[in-house]
């Protein structure tokens, strides 16, 4: 089979293209391994190329920042079958202060909201945005500019839940078979803070198993289904006093660069029958501990 991978930064966003690239080869090698071929975007005019290849494959995923995403999936909808989240639950989990609300409402811990005038730390940060992109320690009485938002800073070890969705929406007739996420990974973020207050991500290893990992896990489910979102997922979680869910990216994340080295199954294989309704109720793991930084490398343990 054909599958499309349309992958947005490598030729439009060059300070996240090394993130882009190295997720596509990933990715691409999983696929051509389970003996289908993968066709890409060649053109500048991104939303053309989707409508120009899609048409010719048998399925297709995009990844992009999250600004963007929900756009280029709808094209793709209209084309062929989309192996990710759909468009409209793209556009919600975007928007990092709606899919936060609608988090809270159904009793997962997320970042609270707050003003200039809050007594404590705190950390502005894009309402839509990819990675640590615009994420910074906020000065006293700095207001977030256009397009952002202040948390409060939350103590904890980051990490972040990779997940598999079924099928929930779209062909709902013919896939939607009511089995839950196939959970693939824990993995540990490595994060730091720069003298300008500025957070940079500087990749994680994976698996990784905390001690709270079986709420992590569950958390992680309800999010999703509670969000809509199908395809792989990865959740960004910040664990102290609680559980926080401090971003939900339906799309495939740096993670993939490692769990791809230390899962027996092929992650395009799970993906393809997650897209149809028939997910594994679990995958397996090598025994391997994969470190990978923010431009692709990866080392095994």
């Not at 030729?11 to 997720?23: R, W």
């Not at 959970?183 to 720069?194: K, P």
């Not at 994976?206 to 309800?222: L, Q, Y």
Request: proline share 5%; glycine share 10%.
């Amino acid at each position: 089979m054909k599958v499309l991978i349309a992958e947005y930064t490598a030729v439009h966003d060059p300070a996240l293209a090394p993130e882009g690239k190295a997720m596509v080869s990933a990715l691409k090698k999983s696929f051509e391994a389970c003996g289908h071929t993968i066709v890409m975007p060649s053109g500048r005019d991104f939303d053309a190329e989707i409508s120009r290849l899609a048409p010719e494959c048998d399925y297709g995923l995009v990844i992009a920042p999250d600004e963007y995403l929900a756009k280029y999936t709808h094209t793709l909808e209209l084309a062929t079958h989309n192996i990710g989240s759909d468009s409209t639950a793209i556009a919600v989990c975007a928007s990092k202060r709606l899919s936060a609300k609608l988090l809270a409402k159904v009793g997962i811990d997320v970042p609270a909201e707050v003003s200039a005038d809050f007594s404590g730390k705190r950390v502005i940060k894009p309402v839509k945005g990819a990675g640590s992109v615009g994420v910074r320690i906020a000065k006293d009485g700095e207001l977030p500019g256009d397009g952002e938002m202040s948390v409060e800073y939350l103590e904890g070890e980051h990490f972040s839940v990779s997940i598999i969705g079924s099928r929930v929406v779209g062909e709902a007739c013919g896939f939607y078979s009511g089995l839950p996420p196939v959970f693939l990974t824990i993995n540990r973020q490595f994060c730091e803070v720069g003298d300008d207050g500025r957070f940079v991500y500087k990749g994680g290893e994976t698996p990784v198993h905390p001690a709270r990992e079986g709420e992590m896990i569950e958390i992680a489910k309800k999010a999703i289904e509670t969000l809509g979102c199908q395809g792989y997922v990865g959740l960004d979680m910040i664990v102290g006093e609680k559980i926080w869910v401090v971003d939900v990216n339906p799309r495939p994340t740096m993670s993939v660069l490692g769990i791809v080295h230390v899962m027996e199954e092929e992650i395009a294989d799970v993906l393809l029958k997650a897209t149809v309704g028939l997910p594994p109720e679990t995958v397996h793991y090598n025994g391997k501990i994969a470190k990978f930084d923010d431009v692709g490398g990866v080392t095994l343990e």
